[in-house]
């Protein structure tokens, strides 16, 4: 097996770790570090757990049976985001890695806020570590897409879902019609769990009265928006904004997703459409020019396509989708 492959399969691993801060590590990034021995043992490894206590590395590194704190100054540590440098709520990560005195230091993505970018890695290898950069980059920046865009463009990442028929109506002759399975619909309530609010039209809110829960995952509800004449888009995304909610899914109704569309905010868009037909109805918003194909996937016979908007650039240049580009006060990771 090749060095390459080893790092990847490790970096994977912090990823999957990684991930499990979903809901406790927000508005921080997920972020995972791996310890491994020579041989390939892991023998540490932890994720951000929650904001405001201890990072990734700091929690790898208490895993580590007594016994096997010795094979630190033999090891590699690996971490899906680049290890802090300066002092916030909590000491920097990267003098807590020099300390332990570990090998090497393979690092998924760098972080560019302006009081990290690269100091974190400068500050390991002045220390005589040796440090990769950029094993699986594009996936872990993609595990804080929503991160990233809160921060550089100053709104939520926005996702538009619907569910259509085959051939292309939202409901049947303009009543509510169900055509998620059993199995999709417990993937819609995850999708809502992991974002933070939540949006649908006036006239869905009337008509259909949804609940806009997560009775069917075990995640927690996304805050609730409604769209009306006195509380428009423009509205809902300043009040994510200024509440820190960095994402919203908007569930619908057509008019709903159009006018996202049209005012050019959204990220993505997963549409789910099953094999039956309806003949008329209400049309589905339709995918917009451009956007990209990301994702098929079957269940229970129907299929979801998520599709991806065209790579937008942040104020210094960088490409914002599923980048690691940050501004501002960005990388709170480093100062909690």
């Given at each position: 097996?090749?060095?390459?492959?080893?790092?990847?399969?490790?970096?994977?691993?912090?990823?999957?770790?990684?991930?499990?801060?979903i809901y406790?590590a927000?508005?921080?990034?997920?972020?995972?570090?791996?310890i491994?021995a020579?041989g390939?043992?892991?023998?540490?490894?932890?994720?951000?757990?929650?904001?405001?206590?201890?990072?990734?590395?700091?929690?790898?590194?208490?895993?580590?049976k007594?016994?096997?704190?010795?094979?630190?100054?033999?090891?590699?540590?690996?971490?899906?985001?680049?290890?802090?440098?300066?002092?916030?709520?909590?000491?920097?990560?990267?003098?807590?890695?020099?300390?332990?005195?570990?090998?090497r230091?393979?690092?998924?993505?760098?972080?560019?806020?302006?009081?990290?970018?690269?100091?974190?890695?400068?500050?390991?290898?002045?220390?005589?570590?040796?440090?990769?950069?950029?094993?699986?980059?594009?996936?872990?920046?993609?595990?804080?897409?929503?991160?990233?865009?809160?921060?550089?463009?100053?709104?939520?990442?926005?996702?538009?879902?619907?569910?259509?028929?085959?051939?292309?109506?939202?409901?049947?002759?303009?009543?509510?019609?169900?055509?998620?399975?059993?199995f999709?619909?417990?993937?819609?309530?995850?999708?809502?769990?992991?974002?933070?609010a939540?949006?649908?039209?006036r006239?869905?809110?009337?008509?259909?009265?949804?609940?806009?829960?997560?009775?069917?995952?075990?995640?927690?509800?996304?805050?609730?928006?409604?769209l009306?004449?006195?509380?428009?888009l423009?509205?809902?995304?300043?009040?994510?904004?200024?509440?820190g909610?960095?994402?919203?899914?908007?569930?619908?109704?057509?008019?709903?997703?159009?006018?996202?569309?049209?005012a050019?905010?959204?990220?993505?868009?997963?549409?789910?459409?099953?094999?039956?037909?309806?003949?008329?109805?209400?049309?589905?918003?339709?995918?917009?020019?451009?956007?990209?194909?990301?994702?098929?996937?079957?269940?229970?016979?129907?299929?979801?396509?998520t599709?991806?908007?065209?790579?937008?650039?942040?104020?210094?240049g960088?490409?914002?989708?599923?980048?690691?580009?940050?501004?501002g006060?960005?990388?709170?990771?480093?100062?909690?």
């Open positions: 097996m090749s060095q390459t492959y080893d790092d990847e399969t490790y970096m994977r691993r912090c990823l999957q770790i990684a991930a499990c801060g406790g927000r508005p921080n990034p997920m972020v995972g570090a791996v491994v020579p390939g043992r892991i023998i540490g490894e932890g994720y951000h757990v929650r904001c405001g206590e201890g990072h990734a590395e700091v929690n790898a590194f208490a895993s580590v007594p016994t096997d704190e010795p094979l630190l100054r033999q090891s590699t540590m690996y971490v899906s985001l680049e290890p802090c440098a300066h002092y916030g709520k909590t000491p920097p990560c990267a003098d807590l890695i020099v300390a332990k005195g570990v090998r230091v393979v690092v998924g993505c760098v972080d560019p806020f302006a009081k990290v970018e690269g100091r974190g890695i400068r500050k390991l290898r002045e220390a005589g570590i040796e440090v990769a950069v950029g094993v699986l980059e594009e996936e872990c920046r993609a595990l804080n897409r929503r991160f990233i865009t809160f921060q550089t463009l100053g709104r939520p990442y926005i996702t538009l879902k619907w569910a259509q028929s085959a051939d292309g109506y939202i409901d049947r002759d303009s009543r509510p019609t169900m055509i998620s399975t059993p999709t619909q417990m993937l819609a309530h995850k999708l809502r769990a992991e974002c933070q939540i949006v649908v039209g006239v869905t809110a009337e008509r259909d009265r949804p609940r806009l829960d997560t009775r069917r995952w075990g995640g927690p509800a996304p805050r609730r928006f409604v009306s004449r006195s509380h428009g423009d509205d809902v995304v300043a009040e994510c904004r200024s509440e909610l960095q994402s919203l899914l908007v569930e619908g109704g057509a008019a709903t997703h159009r006018a996202f569309i049209d050019g905010l959204w990220d993505e868009i997963r549409v789910e459409t099953s094999p039956e037909t309806f003949g008329r109805g209400t049309k589905a918003a339709g995918i917009p020019a451009g956007a990209r194909l990301a994702s098929h996937e079957a269940y229970d016979g129907n299929s979801i396509d599709y991806k908007a065209p790579l937008r650039l942040s104020p210094a960088r490409g914002i989708d599923g980048g690691c580009a940050a501004t006060d960005a990388a709170e990771r480093s100062t909690t």
